[in-house]
């Protein structure tokens, strides 16, 4: 949990992020990865989480002012280990689970829009006034300041999925 300017930690125009995630319970808007706040009107930076058993990538850029939801199709088993990845370019938006490429959006474009202020959290959708949390497990999370290309999520998964039970 680390509060303040998410431009001075996080990329704006050009990212990836990878996590290994597992779901105990599903709830309502969990986060893995947050740095968002979502207050009626007010919405800025970007979210990757799980919604009921729909996997989910949100950002909003400083071109539009509504943040975009990318759902994939596959479903977020209980209790099974997910990778799950999600990357932006500065005008492509796609979401992955298990290595396969699962929604992409082409209506955010150039940097994403920060606010001055909010918590990046691991494990919750959290912003100024809803906190989200996850009920399962994160493996680990990789956040990359350039796109990650498909074979490259396709492979992370590939590596490593022997690695969790089954």
Do not use: C
Not at 63 to 86: D, F, G, K, V
Request: aromatic share 10%.
């Amino acid at each position: 949990l680390l509060e303040g300017d998410p431009a001075t930690v996080l990329p704006g125009t050009e990212f990836g992020v990878a996590a290994w995630v597992r779901i105990d319970q599903p709830r309502e808007w969990a986060g893995v990865f947050s740095a968002v706040q979502d207050n009626g009107e007010y919405e800025r930076g970007w979210v990757l989480g799980v919604n009921g058993d729909r996997f989910y990538f949100g950002l909003v850029t400083e071109t539009t002012s509504r943040i975009t939801y990318l759902y994939a199709h596959a479903r977020a088993e209980p209790r099974r280990w997910h990778h799950l990845a999600a990357t932006y370019d500065g005008q492509t938006m796609r979401i992955f689970v298990d290595g396969a490429l699962e929604e992409e959006d082409l209506s955010q474009r150039g940097p994403v829009a920060w606010p001055p202020s909010t918590t990046i959290a691991l494990g919750a959708y959290q912003d100024d006034n809803e906190r989200h949390a996850l009920v399962g497990a994160i493996h680990s999370i990789e956040l990359h300041a350039e796109v990650l290309d498909s074979k490259a999520i396709a492979r992370a998964y590939a590596e490593r999925i022997d690695l969790f039970p089954k």
